[in-house]
């Protein structure tokens, strides 16, 4: 690469090696998997490590575990590792389709589901389902393992340490009637970067009362998150049109603190009722599909 900086490169064959070449590197050291972000701010000079360490060949970080009642998912896991994930289907299919809906064929073989984690981007595709699934990142370092709920990740700022790498995912699986579902608005049909995302967990009970609900959203706030007024207020309601477009006003006031003056705003307004109703009426189409 003309004018590189890059002093060195690894590829790492296990965990332990790589953390200790973090260590090593003492924050001048990047873990590179699908590179399809960090790449792009290595060329733009966003950042200058002193050294990549290459997790691809790492089989440990590419596994999509059952682990009984919960889900494990390898930070190195690519997008397409998980739209071919039959773990993934029934009441997980939300987080399969937002898999399926990430960029281009070429960059979903790349792209990672760690990667768009820790890339930080408000856009990220796979995060809103993780959020509405209570998602914990597992991290290593020299010092040993530790964990973090993905909500405080964002919500509360916690970081991932210079000398840490995500080594996983993991979530509790939806129980019963739960359904996990995602839509999306991107800008071009292909490649679409997403202007707003929301995924949604619902369960709705036998007296036709909401029973779970989570919202999480994408691209309507600094960094993808809970939308928990509109929780609120959906909680132990029936679940009928009326509501969701009540819903739906609770949400365009929520979004309009938190964008009050942004030149986007008025576009977001209209253009989230389409996509919260998508996700949430989706979410009962696939658990008629599921049930069938």
């Known amino acids: 690469m003309k004018g590189s900086f890059i002093m060195e490169a690894y590829k790492a064959k296990s965990i332990d090696e790589v953390i200790r070449l973090l260590s090593q590197f003492e924050g001048k050291g990047k873990v590179i998997a699908g590179g399809t ?7 733009n000079k966003k950042v200058k490590p002193e050294a990549l360490i290459d997790i691809s060949s790492i089989d440990e970080l590419k596994t999509i575990e ?13 997008f397409t590792d998980l739209v071919e994930s039959s773990l993934l289907d029934e009441n997980l299919y939300g987080l399969k389709k937002a898999a399926r809906e990430v960029g281009s064929p070429q960059i979903r073989n790349r792209g990672t589901i760690g990667g768009n984690i820790a890339n930080g ?10 959020l509405c699934l209570d998602s914990t990142l597992i991290l290593r370092s020299i010092k040993g393992e530790r964990e973090i709920s ?17 080594s996983a995912i993991q979530f509790k699986k939806p129980e019963g009637r739960q359904i996990l579902s995602f839509a999306k608005l991107g800008l071009r049909k292909a490649l679409a970067i997403s202007r707003l995302s929301i995924a949604t967990l619902l369960e709705i009970g036998g007296d036709n009362r909401i029973k779970t609900i989570r919202i999480a959203s994408g ?26 477009n009540e819903a739906v006003l609770v949400l365009k006031e929520a979004m309009e603190e938190r964008l009050k003056g942004r030149a986007t ?7 989230v009722e389409r996509v919260f109703k998508d996700a949430i009426y989706g979410g009962l189409e696939r658990l008629k599909v599921v049930e069938a």
């Open 121 to 130: 981007s408000p856009a990220a595709d796979s995060v809103p389902p993780l």
């Open 150 to 166: 993905l909500r405080d990740y964002y919500e509360k700022g916690f970081k991932i340490g210079e000398d840490e790498i995500i």
């Open 66 to 78: 059952d682990l009984g009642s919960f889900i494990r998912i390898g930070a190195a896991a690519t």
């Open 265 to 271: 705003l008025p576009y977001k307004q209209r253009a």
């Open 219 to 244: 691209s309507l706030g600094r960094h993808p998150l809970r939308e928990y007024k509109v929780e609120e207020f959906l909680i132990g309601k029936d679940f009928n049109e009326e509501v969701i």
């Open 37 to 43: 972000d960090l790449i792009i701010d290595i060329r």
